[in-house]
């Protein structure tokens, strides 16, 4: 029903967002990795949505990605899965964190997400397993260069996630040499 909404960041408070399109404010409901990845307070954003409505509520997700939005519908099709578990997990993990755990069966994960327990962990493993793009479960998949790649790597055996990896390297030159681009990364991610 509604599919995208482009507008203006109202309020932000984790995990929910208000956007005000032409007036109308959409509350919706946003995993981290787009939480934060949205630009500041009175900055526009366009976000893809799901909507999903129930008996008693009716709710709208945001996502900056089409790749998040797919895997959530994906983790939602799954049995005991619902629209919080799913924002859950893809708060916790990356999509393409989730994609290699699937692709490896590394079901310890997802334990590690807050609300999925072994059993839940086991069932998305053989629930997605093949549903999620190979491409997705690639590290370095926003690098496009060997260094840009390096450049990840080095952060992420620093111990940073790929979120902030995958920020840090937004702000560097296309250019920079590796070692250069570490120090700037570092420096960035450290203000």
Do not use: C, W
């Not at 939480?35 to 409505?53: D, K, Q």
């Amino acid at each position: 029903m509604i599919g995208r909404l482009t507008g203006v960041i109202a309020e932000k408070s984790p995990p929910q967002v208000l956007v005000d399109v032409n007036g109308v404010g959409y509350e919706l409901d946003v995993p981290m990795s787009t939480f934060y990845n949205l630009p500041g307070i009175g900055e526009r954003t366009a976000l893809l949505t799901h909507f999903v409505v129930r008996e008693d509520a009716q709710q709208l997700f945001g996502f900056l990605t089409q790749d998040e939005r797919s895997t959530f519908r994906q983790l939602v099709k799954i049995s005991g899965v619902g629209p919080r578990t799913a924002l859950s997990i893809l708060s916790g993990l990356s999509v393409a964190e989730l994609a290699g755990a699937v692709s490896r069966q590394e079901s310890g994960r997802l334990v590690k997400v807050p609300g999925i327990g072994k059993k839940t962990a086991e069932r998305l493993m053989l629930e997605l397993k093949g549903k999620l793009g190979p491409d997705l479960a690639l590290p370095t998949a926003t690098a496009a260069t060997d260094a840009q790649a390096d450049i990840v790597q080095a952060l992420l055996a620093l111990g940073y996630n790929e979120r902030e990896a995958a920020a840090a390297l937004k702000a560097l030159p296309a250019d920079v040499a590796v070692s250069d681009g570490i120090k700037l990364a570092l420096k960035a991610l450290n203000r």
